[in-house]
């Protein structure tokens, strides 16, 4: 062996830490299994450590093996974008920005910054990926993504964080609901109602603020669905299974038979906001962000 470490003994590793399994391993990487063993030895060796904990019966990761799999993700998910932008910028490009968002930002905000990105800076592609605030926080983090657009107002420490809208709250019913925003006088009326919420998946900050509004108005929700996306919500409204509470901007892009209330009394608010990974501010993350106007 070489004594190094190659793209290969990792792409191994993660095949084999995903399966947990050698023979399935190898038959996913088109090898053979003894040649898959070897491989991982020679990993082994040269960190000089157990990744795996092999028996008869089972394997499993060690400790150290789980570390790696986490940072070996992260080395090669960087290769994979690095690639790809290395062949967008010999055709002349600039370059591929990864961008995670929640499908709210997609009604508000996305559109209009692509276009104004397609406008100023035509040589730089993208490739969209509706995420969770959980799961773009981690992308983020572990450079999977580029940016990220989430509904919370902050963003942990390590992560940048800028807000680029702030949105009411509205209360979602069939159009044939006999309420209307006429009529409505305050949140109570609906106690006996059947709820559909964006679930903690979706952010759990989120979630956490949506609730805190019933508490705020004397009464715990009977809540019947719980989805990530927007559009079941919706659905699940339109066929009378519930009335759902959510950002005032999803209100636009849908042609559905659903009506809104905006919640005007209600002193909860949330933010849609831009992230990116700090220290990483690249030629193209820089010239996304200048694109932002702030708006409180």
């Known amino acids: ?60 990761l060690t400790e150290a093996g789980k570390y790696l799999y986490d940072e070996s993700s992260n080395l090669l ?32 905000a996305i559109p209009d910054l692509l276009l104004k990105l397609k406008n100023q800076f035509p040589k730089i592609h993208t490739s969209l990926h509706e995420m969770s605030n959980k799961d773009q926080l981690f992308a983020i983090a572990h450079n999977q993504l580029d940016i990220g657009f989430i509904r919370a107002k902050d963003a942990p420490e390590g992560i940048a964080c800028r807000q680029i809208f702030k949105d009411n709250f509205s209360l979602v ?39 805190s509004i019933f508490d705020d108005h004397g009464f715990s929700p009977k809540i019947s669905h719980r989805s990530v996306h927007a559009n079941t919500i919706f659905r699940l409204v339109e066929n009378g299974l519930g009335i759902a509470i959510v950002p005032t901007s999803l209100k636009d892009g849908f042609d559905l038979d659903i ?30 962000v200048s694109l932002l106007l702030v708006s409180d």
Not at 173 to 201: C, G, M, R, V
């Open 173 to 211: 019913l069939p159009k044939n609901h006999p309420a209307n925003q006429a009529s409505f006088t305050d949140l109570s009326n609906f106690a006996q109602e059947n709820f559909i919420l964006f679930s903690s998946d979706y952010s759990r900050t989120y979630y956490n603020k949506v609730m």
């Open 1 to 60: 062996m070489s004594n190094q470490i190659e793209f290969r003994h990792l792409r191994y590793f993660q095949v084999v830490a995903e399966e947990l399994h050698f023979r399935k391993a190898s038959e996913r990487l088109f090898i053979t299994q003894p040649g898959l063993s070897r491989q991982i030895k020679q990993l082994e060796e040269e960190l000089g450590v157990r990744l795996f904990i092999r028996s008869k019966r089972q394997v499993e």
């Open 77 to 108: 998910s960087q290769l994979e974008a690095v690639k790809r932008s290395i062949r967008l910028i010999d055709k002349g490009e600039e370059g591929e920005l990864n961008i995670g968002f929640v499908g709210s930002a997609m009604q508000q």
């Open 259 to 288: 009506k809104f209330i905006e919640l005007t009394n209600v002193k909860q608010t949330t933010y849609l906001s831009l992230i990116w990974k700090e220290g990483k501010e690249n030629r193209l993350i820089k010239k996304f």
